[in-house]
């Protein structure tokens, strides 16, 4: 009964996954409205949820690739509720409620969510606890647990109740060739322990010998879970052999490295690390570039809505990284909320065939989704206290975010006296290098000490993706 019971929530469960959208209002702003569809919600192992949410345009917006009018985009996104990341799957741009203008699938990394944002919104909902009281939630615990107690009871009973077979003594050896003693069957300890609730004690055996100094593991490499063929190599050190991969495939050669900006990892193997790294290798608006050769125009000026806020900063393995408060910038219409900025060295773009000695990129994103990032240059030359506090702070270990509380950063420091920019339409320069990134570099240069350099390069050497083609591009240089 209690199986059945099981089966038809699973059933009612799975019926829902297909039921229409049921939209709720969950946040109204001049201009746009934001929506949840609560039957889209998935929780997924951790602190993972996945949902679709969309926000209502008052005046409709053309879509820049179809041409086409919209006033609806609704974003399938999983969120981590941990660490309020975000990262966008699909995205559906809508002229009504039912007219479907284009859609797109989004192979993107995971992004801080920004307070304020439509992320924002929807994550604070999706991310609430489950509704069950803790009577509920005690009930239901009880009830698997009882539910594992018995099946694991079943299946002690049905392998006690199989026939003894002698154990086959194992051999084994070590990397030097001694073999050792055989493994016994492990059957008639099972049984007696499941017959005899308290077994008398066994006496200590007496510890093994420590191994010889010159014993050593023997060393295997193994660059994919495929089974390519193995050709044995001269002895490693320490009396292995190192096994090398014959005739398989680069993408299986590669499966389980990270990429890097050298070696196996490095950029020319981005492409093959992992199927959504495609356009690293096949992309038409790949960044950076060698910024050359623009038109002269008038520019609209950037509006930079940057605020004085605390930050976070992190080493995260290949470049350092900073989150900050509410900061945004305004462009052709639209607002794009600073989600991070890190650094680059030496810088990834050119300016008319000339790298400077590092970049910081600041990135943005829009509630449709779009990415602009702020390139400023940095060259040698003063002390930047908005650098030097940021290296104050730097942690000790990678991975390892820091939140100093006391410490404030203004990001408007940080921009030169002069905005003037060039403008190109890109991608991002890491792995997976999604294209549709708009792309702003500060033409005036900021200036940076060499000892902030230096401390930088301690780090990392060259953190910098090589230039990739234009290939026809149009960049706009403002005059």
């Keep these: 009964m209690r199986l059945l019971t099981i089966a038809a929530l699973l059933a009612s469960l799975s019926g ?8 709720q209002t969950i946040s109204s702003e001049p201009g746009k409205r934001i929506e949840l569809d609560r039957t889209s919600i998935k929780r997924e192992d951790g602190n993972k949820v996945q949902a679709q949410g969309r926000v209502i345009l008052e005046k409709e917006l053309i879509d820049a690739k179809s041409g086409a009018g919209y006033r609806v985009i609704e974003a399938i996104t999983r969120y981590d509720c941990a660490s309020r990341n975000a990262n966008t799957i699909k995205r559906i741009f809508k002229k009504n409620e039912s007219e479907i203008v284009r859609e797109e699938e989004i192979k993107g990394n995971d992004l801080p969510v920004r307070s304020g944002t439509l ?16 009577v509920e939630v005690a ?28 154990a086959t003594p194992v051999k084994t050896a070590d990397a030097g060739g001694q073999e050792h003693g055989s493994i016994p069957s492990i059957r008639p300890n099972l049984k007696a322990a499941a017959e005899s609730p308290a077994p008398a004690p066994t006496p200590k055996a007496p510890s093994a010998p420590p191994p010889p100094a010159a014993y050593k593991p023997a060393t295997v490499v193994v660059h994919s879970t495929a089974a390519p063929i193995a050709k044995a190599k001269k002895p490693a050190k320490g009396g292995g052999y190192m096994l090398e991969l014959a ?111 590092m970049v910081v990129h600041l990135v943005h994103k829009s509630d449709e989704g779009q990415l602009a990032v702020v390139a400023v240059l940095l060259e040698r030359g003063n002390e930047n206290p908005f650098i030097q506090t940021l290296w104050n702070n730097l942690p000790l270990e990678k991975n390892l975010e820091v939140s100093p509380p006391g410490p404030i ?71």
Excluded at 119 to 134: A, G, N
């Design 247 to 357: 005739h398989s495939e680069p993408a299986l050669q590669h499966a389980h490295i990270h990429w890097d900006y050298e070696g196996a990892g490095g950029p020319e193997n981005w492409s093959k690390l992992d199927p959504k790294n495609t356009a690293c290798a096949i992309g038409q608006r790949q960044s950076p570039i060698d910024i050359k050769d623009g038109i002269k125009v008038d520019l609209e000026p950037i509006k930079f809505n940057y605020r004085p806020s605390t930050f976070r900063i992190v080493d995260n393995g290949h470049t350092v990284q900073v989150a900050v408060g509410d900061s945004s910038i305004s462009l052709t219409g639209k607002t794009y909320e600073l989600v991070q900025f890190h650094f680059h060295r030496p810088s990834e773009e050119k300016i008319n065939g000339q790298r400077f000695d």
């Design 139 to 166: 009930q239901k615990a009880n009830e698997a647990a009882g539910q594992l107690k018995q099946a694991n009871e079943a299946m002690l009973k049905k392998e006690m109740a199989k026939p003894e077979k002698a």
């Design 16 to 23: 829902s996954a297909s039921a229409a959208p049921t939209w």
């Design 119 to 134: 992320d924002d919104k929807v994550l604070r909902e999706v991310c609430r606890p489950p509704k069950d009281s803790p």
């Design 409 to 479: 950063i203004d990001p408007m420091t940080l921009l030169p006296a002069s905005r003037n920019y060039y403008t190109y339409m890109g991608s991002l320069t890491t792995p997976p290098c999604s294209e549709g990134v708009l792309w702003l570099v500060m033409k005036q240069p900021v200036q940076v000490s060499p000892d902030q350099i230096n401390i930088f390069s301690r780090l990392y050497k060259n953190n910098a993706r090589p230039i990739q083609p234009v290939a026809g591009r149009l960049i706009k240089e403002g005059r």
